[in-house]
């Protein structure tokens, strides 16, 4: 008798686990007629909020690679981490040091990229920065003595890199801060496509990058934040690429009235004062798209004209301190002001 119930259990059992099967079967192959399948993931790194969207049937994978990918390069090129290799590049005393083939790439474009703004861009600014407080929040002037004291031991060509080795001198201090978080998107992308995800939107601190387009096979939008006060101003329709801005109301403090931001001017070892409000970059690659809206933002309106005219990997949306809006030709007919900014044209620049 007893075995009898235990043999109707177990068919009930078994039909329930059948039906069940049957139902998460079909859920699934509805789910796969839906294109738009989304999934998010939000999470703190790189000192700052980073939120990774995919599209399609599996993307637990390739979300879950890309945020380990977040935090790896974190663990690599904080300046903060004892046991980073950027720390230990600091802390190397002069000695030479052993770096990972991502490392060592990022090294070796900031040297490229130091060249290429005329000395814009450059990675040994961190004891300027410190002096200033950006590194601690606990901001204050340096008098003109302690900055130009701390200047001389500036510059990359004192930086030598030679492959996997690198070697600064025992007062130098680098930082990827302008740069990481660019190349970090490039990397995530990767990482995303190689799990089989084609459409996805990666969002590092503002910095924009994507994977294809929209599952619906249309252009991506993105707004492009407006540097005098919340919210956007515009918006940019894109394909897959990187937009990266950069501007003087992302970091900074005010003494005395006057306003001090983050992005120092190598040359003078103070916050860039090129009468440009904001610097948006859009091109291909990630890291190409930070190091630039970091480098323009210090070159000012006019060499940036000279630079893009010069070059055939980005394009640019520039916001002058009075107002002023220029975009580059190559995204003339993706870039739309906000209808309530009636009076407000973009100057197109070019070629
Ligand atoms: P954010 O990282 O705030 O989005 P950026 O990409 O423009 O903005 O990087 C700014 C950071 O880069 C600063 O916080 C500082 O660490 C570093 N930095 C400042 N000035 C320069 C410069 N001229 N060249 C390279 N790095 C810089
Ligand atoms: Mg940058």
Known sequence: ??????????????????????????????????????????????????????????????????????????NLWS????????????????????????????????????????GAFDITLYPVLTAWGFTTDEYHVPDDEEISALLKNTGVQNISLDDRSVRIPDDMQIDLGAVGKGYAGDLVAQRLKSNGVSSALIDIGGNIQTVGVKPDGEKWTVGIRSPFGEGNFATLEIGECAVVTSGGYERYFVDDGKTYWHILDPKTGKPAD????????????????????????????????????ESDDFEMIIVTSDGGIYITEGIENDFVINEELTDTKASVIRR
């Open 274 to 309: 090129s009468g440009l409000a904001s610097v948006t970059v859009i091109g291909s690659e990630g890291k190409l798209c930070d190091a630039l809206s970091t480098s323009l933002f210090v070159m000012g309106l006019d060499k940036s004209e000279k630079l893009w005219k």
């Open 79 to 118: 300046v903060t981490d004892e046991n980073s290799e950027i720390y230990r590049i600091n802390h190397s005393g002069g000695q030479a040091v052993e770096v990972s083939p991502q490392t060592a790439e990022l090294l070796g474009f900031s040297l490229d990229m130091h060249e290429r703004t005329e």
């Open 1 to 74: 008798m007893n075995k009898k119930i235990l043999y109707t259990d177990l068919a009930i059992y078994i039909f329930l686990a059948i039906t069940l099967l049957i139902q998460t079967s079909c859920k699934s192959s509805d789910d796969s007629l839906n294109s738009s399948n989304k999934e998010s993931k939000s999470f703190f790194a790189m000192d700052t909020y980073i939120t990774l969207t995919a599209y399609g049937e599996d993307t637990d994978n390739g979300l879950k690679a890309a945020e380990d990918e977040i935090n790896t390069l974190e």
